[in-house]
């Protein structure tokens, strides 16, 4: 049987990050982990029960009363996220939860309960986990670390034809306004900011599609798996 492995992916928002997690958990008969899910969750938790951001006490009290875990559907081909037994999946990828969750991933006590629980679903390995601090801070040992960039524009444009397709009422300037938001502020926040690990291999996707992209980080795993 061969070697199983961890795979941490970050890198900026929207760049094909979990498309790219999802077909490399496949190929590879892995668990897939989209660890924004997670931070989204929290934030719509946070927004239903107006708990203010900066309320540090009412922030610990609330936590205990969140359980997140994911089930896999099989139609989408990926896990959907559930917030104390209701299926999120649709509200936290909502253009309200998108313009908070930076926020909320920049708070300390939420950091350290989602990174526990991420940390305990990679102990067998076998994993690809994506999102910000995945490579730096969640799985600092992971035998493949992925950087994914790509540029901000093409981005932002990816983004709004996915987005389109639900929210029929967005805009353009919307969606790369909200994009360089988020990449200011989870790049710039004190607590593990976005940052590429030292060791991490750099992906730039401007200028491939995705089998393409899918086909050299896929590369990069095997020789890892075979190592
Ligand atoms: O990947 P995404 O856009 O769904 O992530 C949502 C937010 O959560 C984004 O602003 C960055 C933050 N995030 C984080 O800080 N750390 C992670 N491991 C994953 C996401």
């Not at 896999?72 to 209701?86: A, I, P, R």
């Not at 102990?123 to 493949?144: Q, S, W, Y």
């Not at 994914?148 to 093409?154: E, F, K, N, Q």
């Amino acid at each position: 049987m061969s070697k199983k492995i961890i795979i941490a992916i970050d890198g900026f928002s929207s760049c094909g990050k979990s498309t790219l997690a999802k077909a490399l958990a496949k190929e590879l008969s892995y668990v897939f982990i989209d660890t924004g899910a997670m931070y989204r969750a929290v934030a719509l938790y946070f927004m239903r029960h107006s708990i203010p951001f900066d309320d540090i006490i009412a922030i610990e009290k609330a936590i205990q009363s969140i359980k997140l875990h994911f089930v896999f559907n099989e139609g989408t081909g990926k896990s959907d996220m559930y917030l104390n037994d209701e299926n999120v999946e649709a509200a936290i990828r909502e253009m309200k939860v998108s313009q908070k969750v930076s926020e909320v991933a920049a708070i300390p006590v939420v950091r350290d309960f989602a990174v526990a629980q991420q940390q305990a679903m990679g102990l067998e390995k076998g994993i690809v986990m994506d999102g910000r601090d995945i490579g730096t801070v969640v799985f600092p040992n992971a035998e493949l670390k992925l950087f994914v960039t790509a540029d901000p524009l093409v981005r932002a444009k990816r983004r709004f034809i996915e987005l389109q397709a639900t929210q029929p009422s967005i805009t353009m300037e919307e969606v790369a306004e909200n994009l360089s938001h988020r990449d200011l502020m989870d790049s710039t926040r004190e607590h593990s900011p976005l940052k590429q690990a030292e060791d991490a291999l750099v992906l730039d996707n401007t200028d491939l599609n995705q089998e393409e992209q899918f086909n050299i980080a896929l590369n990069w795993a095997k020789e890892r798996i075979m190592a």
